[in-house]
């Protein structure tokens, strides 16, 4: 079956260091996103990219890394520079360049700094 | 600044009512509008696609009007029901240089009461 997989379900981390978070998806989409979710909250964009090697800052880029190094994956970063690290993670994909262009979310990482 | 406006105050209605949700933005161009569920804990699920030069868009018991003058889009469930208990996400994709943006606002929250 097509989907969008995120991996790990939950994840600590120790204060100081960086830890990665997996997004891989089989559905042929070029673009992909990270989102942030804080309990009660709405999806702020963290980076997006709309093709490999390639990929654009969000609204709270500050603290966290990607790659595109291939058109299935998209990884996120949290690095020690994000202060305030413990959140929801969302992935997301779109197929560009169509009309009909919902995004398919995977479902979630929950980090949290211990 | 861009900024996605919805409702952060709950909507409790009564089953077999309508609930009509609000999306309000500002310093957008959007190329359409979406609309998402989101359950506890998973990822949103898309709903509904309304294109900017498109008044509305029907799916059973689902409604959403896009009115691009007053920068608003409506969303309606007709003959809820407990099962429609959810946060709903409104996302907005603006065309930029780097292909499409996906923003989403801060989402309501429906509960459906019996």
């Known amino acids: 079956d097509g989907g969008i997989t995120q991996s790990p379900k939950y994840l600590f981390r120790k204060e100081g260091q960086n830890v990665t978070l997996s997004c891989e998806q089989n559905l042929n989409h070029d673009a992909m996103y990270w989102y942030r979710q804080d309990p009660g909250q709405g999806l702020r964009l963290i980076y997006y990219s709309q093709i490999v090697n390639d990929f654009q800052k969000g609204d709270i880029a500050e603290g966290y890394s990607v790659s595109r190094e291939k058109k299935e994956s998209f990884p996120l970063t949290v690095t020690s520079a994000q202060k305030n690290p413990t959140a929801f993670y969302l992935c997301?994909?779109?197929?560009?360049?169509?009309?009909?262009?919902?995004?398919?979310f995977g479902q979630g990482t929950r980090l949290t700094v211990v | 600044s861009q900024k996605i406006e919805q409702n952060s105050e709950a909507l409790n209605i009564q089953e077999g009512k309508t609930a009509t949700l609000t999306c309000n933005y500002t310093?957008?161009?959007?190329?359409?509008l979406q609309w998402y569920r989101q359950d506890p804990g998973r990822g949103p699920v898309f709903l509904l696609l309304i294109r900017e030069n498109e008044k509305e868009k029907r799916k059973e018991r689902l409604k959403v009007t896009f009115d691009t003058t007053l920068k608003q889009s409506l969303f309606h469930i007709t003959a809820s029901q407990p099962a429609d208990s959810a946060t709903y996400l409104c996302a907005l994709v603006g065309l930029t240089g780097g292909g499409n943006k996906l923003t989403f606002g801060t989402g309501t929250q429906l509960k459906v009461e019996l």
């Open positions: 310093n957008y161009s959007p190329a359409y």
């Open positions: 997301a994909s779109i197929r560009q360049g169509f009309l009909n262009t919902e995004a398919f």
